[in-house]
């Protein structure tokens, strides 16, 4: 099973400034099937990024995806008060596992 | 509109088990892949289940192989998790999910299309 380790747990920043999430897998992911989601409190998670840098159906730019074999980045270039939330990470090359989340919050 | 709607989750004593169903509309349900996610309170997702369009191919998570059953009714649009020998560690919501058809990969892929979950409390 390919194991995902999401850093930071928590990442505090202001809205306007640039957020870097980091996702790494344990063994390489197979064709680059990375996902990314977000999810807020008492909601289903929203699916943001499909193979490390695919934006998904109407989702702004300010967020992308990169990387490739154990390394994978979502960056959000410009924070909006809407984007403060929790980000997880999906691997879908070998099974499926997700990482444990990383917390983004307002500082 | 797309839409997942799952039902069935309750508080269910130990060893005891349970029947999830999810209700698709809007969409084509049996030309997409379809999963089941779970996530335990504060905790992140964990993949459970997954089941091919025509049912042909089923894999689950090693925490719930053995005790659990994923199937599916396309005539009906509907898909099933019957969860037995319930334990603590299954108390979780449970997520149906669909696999976005342009980011597939055999029997998983990324989930585009998610239900707003139903909770499953497992506890004496």
């Known amino acids: 099973e390919i194991v995902l380790t999401q850093s930071p747990g928590t990442l505090s920043l202001s809205p306007g400034e640039r957020a870097t999430l980091s996702c790494r897998a344990s063994?390489?992911?197979?064709?680059?099937?990375l996902a990314w989601y977000q999810q807020k409190p008492g909601q289903a998670p929203r699916l943001l990024i499909y193979?490390?840098?695919n934006r998904a159906t109407g989702i702004p730019d300010r967020f992308s995806g990169s990387g490739s074999g154990t390394d994978f980045t979502l960056t959000i270039s410009r924070l909006e008060p809407e984007d403060f939330a929790v980000y997880h990470c999906?691997?879908?090359?070998?099974?499926?596992?997700f990482g444990q989340g990383t917390k983004l919050e307002i500082k | 509109e797309v839409q997942l709607v799952e039902s069935g989750g309750g508080l269910v004593k130990p060893g005891g088990s349970l029947r999830l169903s999810c209700a698709a509309s809007?969409?084509?349900?049996?030309?997409?892949?379809m999963n089941w996610v779970r996530q335990a309170p504060g905790k992140g997702l964990e993949w459970v289940s997954s089941?091919?369009?025509?049912?042909?191919?089923?894999y689950y998570a090693d925490s719930v192989k053995g005790r659990s059953t994923i199937s599916r009714d396309n005539a009906k649009n509907s898909l099933y998790l019957q969860v037995n020998s319930l334990r603590a560690e299954d108390t979780a919501v449970y997520y149906c999910?669909?696999?976005?058809?342009?980011?597939?990969?055999?029997?998983?892929?990324?989930?585009?299309?998610w239900g707003q979950g139903t909770m499953v409390t497992v506890s004496s």
């Open positions: 999910a669909r696999v976005a058809l342009i980011a597939a990969a055999g029997t998983v892929g990324a989930l585009d299309i």
């Open positions: 809007g969409f084509t349900f049996g030309s997409y892949t």
């Open positions: 089941i091919t369009s025509g049912g042909g191919y089923i």
């Open positions: 063994q390489s992911v197979s064709s680059g099937y």
């Open positions: 193979a490390a840098s």
């Open positions: 999906q691997q879908y090359g070998s099974s499926c596992s």
